[in-house]
């Protein structure tokens, strides 16, 4: 395993990510992670990029037991300052700041860092630069711009790198790490995803023990599905799958998740209609955040009270909660100010753990969604739900814009239903990030047949995204949109019109509530 000490650079956690796509394992930790407190050796560590500076008084430093390992260490960026700061303080800020593309130039073409990376373009992106060589480094690559782009203590195997290798920017950069991981620390290239599974199962049932009962929500997405299926089969029967209907799921939703978790998959699932206590709670409210803590609050309501009626058999009590965290809801909430780690939940679970006092297990916190849609694949999961879009946990409550009423979720989902059936025969699902039906609260007039029609509007959004911070609108072709349109209209009792939304995000946001 190697150990990557996180100093809070947005591309920390792209490190793991390259080194598993060559098997490797690594773990990250945040930078004040102290060696002693470690359970495992390294084979080797990794100081990642940071946005302070070394020489700053409060700036962030690593635990000097990491070059009493005996293993070797890259100084990525920050890590590499903090390489020439420990070794005679040789940093200093920049002129200006180094932003966006360079030109590699290896000095060396012996150091087993640059194995096959010569005159590749490499990633900058620094402020303060080294003014001189750290003691006992020598310089094995410079840049455009850098004299010091790649350095290296030869006997000590420590390396320091200027640029950022993990982005894909940087052209050779994976060849980079891969170098360091495999050739320079020789780790072993054993990680799988089935090896994942096999060893994510022991862990789970060691954790839970013989007897201990589990519960969890299922929302009918990816996630929650991988999850519940990871804990069946680890614990059987002994796993308890919730699913809340909230009354604003979409078309069909509930009996499509029982179908699927229940026959298909083994899952020992309760569905739950509480339709008729989210939608008079709803009542009358029509701002989007009032929506949201109303379904987030009333969720965690009808939970626990589904969660109480299960009793594990020996008489006592359910001991742990399932949650289908990621990764990058973990490493975006570990901050290196102070020790403890604090994740962040979803407000929903956090409720829960508090009142329930439950003891949190979160099978999937080591991985990437595509990671865990592959998992998905392997353990069976159909291929239409292991590749379905992202659904809000608000749902349709905030795709009917203002009151939120049974018949203007009829009309939306059904829209929506239309639309997304459409996009499915056109074979276009797959290349969409997210796309649905918006139920508008204005009336505009129409004609059908010989009829005068006044009624709404629906507004329909496709996104493509790689994380959902930004997004650009879908370029249906025409015809497509005029299909949709045409359905909607003749078949939703109550629209009148269809638009498609060609507002990017920003300004726009993917949801219009
Ligand atoms: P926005 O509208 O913020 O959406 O651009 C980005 C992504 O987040 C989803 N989203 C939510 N998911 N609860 C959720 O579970 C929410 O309140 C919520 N609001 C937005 C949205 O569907 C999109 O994938």
């Known amino acids: 395993?190697?150990?990557?000490?996180?100093?809070?650079?947005?591309?920390?956690?792209?490190?793991?990510?390259r080194l598993r796509e060559f098997n490797i394992y690594a773990e990250m930790l945040p930078?004040?992670?102290?060696?002693?407190?470690?359970?495992?050796?390294p084979t080797g560590v990794i100081l990642s990029g940071g946005p302070y500076s070394v020489y700053a008084e409060d700036a962030p430093h690593v635990d000097p037991e990491v070059f009493n390992l005996d293993v070797p260490v890259l100084g990525i960026c920050y890590g590499m300052q903090e390489l020439a700061w420990l070794n005679g303080k040789a940093v200093a800020r920049g002129e200006k700041r180094e932003y966006g593309p360079s030109t590699l130039n290896v000095i060396d073409k012996e150091c087993p860092l640059f194995k096959n990376v010569d005159h590749s373009t490499v990633w900058m992106s620094h402020g303060d630069k080294l003014v001189g060589l750290p003691n006992g480094f020598k310089v094995v690559a410079t840049s455009d711009n850098s004299p010091y782009c790649g350095i290296a203590h030869e006997s000590k195997q420590i390396y320091g790198l200027q640029f950022h290798p993990e982005v894909t920017h940087s052209a050779k950069g994976?060849?980079?790490?891969?170098?360091f991981a495999v050739d320079i620390c020789k780790a072993t290239q054993n990680w799988t995803m089935e090896n994942f599974i096999d060893t994510e199962i022991k862990r789970i049932r060691t954790l839970v023990g013989p007897t201990a009962e589990v519960i969890g929500a299922v929302s009918g997405g990816v996630d929650s599905t991988v999850a519940a299926k990871l804990m069946t089969e680890a614990i059987g029967d002994r796993f308890h799958a919730i699913m809340v209907d909230n009354g604003v799921l979409r078309l069909n939703e509930a009996e499509n998740v029982k179908k699927n978790l229940v026959a298909g998959l083994g899952i020992n699932l309760t569905v739950v209609d509480a339709s008729d206590e989210f939608l008079d709670k709803l009542k009358g409210v029509t701002d989007p955040e009032k929506k949201r803590k109303i379904i987030g609050n009333t969720f965690i309501?009808?939970?626990?009270?589904?969660?109480?009626?299960?009793?594990?058999?020996?008489?006592?009590?359910?001991?742990?909660?399932l949650q289908g965290t990621l990764y990058p809801d973990v490493i975006e909430s570990i901050s290196f100010k102070g020790p403890s780690q604090t994740i962040k939940t979803h407000h929903n679970v956090g409720g829960l753990l508090e009142n329930m006092k439950l003891k949190l297990i979160e099978p999937l916190r080591e991985l990437f969604k595509d990671e865990v849609r592959h998992l998905g694949e392997l353990l069976g999961i159909p291929h239409d739900l292991v590749w379905r879009h992202p659904f809000p946990g608000p749902g349709i409550a905030i795709r009917v814009l203002g009151e939120v009423t049974r018949e203007q979720v009829a009309i939306a989902r059904k829209a929506d239903y239309i639309y997304i059936?459409?996009?499915?025969?056109?074979?276009?699902?797959g290349q969409i990030s997210q796309a649905f039906a918006c139920l508008l609260p204005v009336k505009s007039v129409g004609v059908m047949g010989d009829q005068r029609t006044?009624?709404?509007?629906?507004?329909?959004?496709?996104?493509?995204?790689?994380?959902?911070?930004?997004?650009?609108?879908f370029p249906f072709p025409h015809e497509f949109l005029k299909k949709v349109a045409a359905r909607i209209v003749n078949e939703v009792d109550g629209v009148a019109r269809v638009t498609y939304d060609i507002t990017s995000k920003p300004p726009a946001t993917v949801e219009w509530e």
Not at 311 to 316: A, F, L, N, V
Not at 421 to 429: F, M, N, Q, S, T
């Open 421 to 429: 059936e459409e996009i499915r025969k056109a074979g276009l699902y």
């Open 174 to 179: 994976k060849d980079l790490l891969k170098n």
């Open 1 to 17: 395993t190697i150990l990557v000490l996180d100093f809070g650079s947005q591309y920390s956690h792209l490190i793991t990510r």
């Open 454 to 473: 006044y009624d709404q509007v629906i507004a329909l959004r496709a996104i493509e995204t790689t994380d959902f911070m930004t997004a650009d609108w």
């Open 31 to 41: 930078c004040t992670q102290k060696i002693k407190d470690l359970s495992w050796k």
């Open 301 to 321: 309501h009808v939970f626990e009270r589904e969660a109480d009626k299960i009793k594990p058999k020996d008489g006592t009590e359910i001991e742990f909660l």
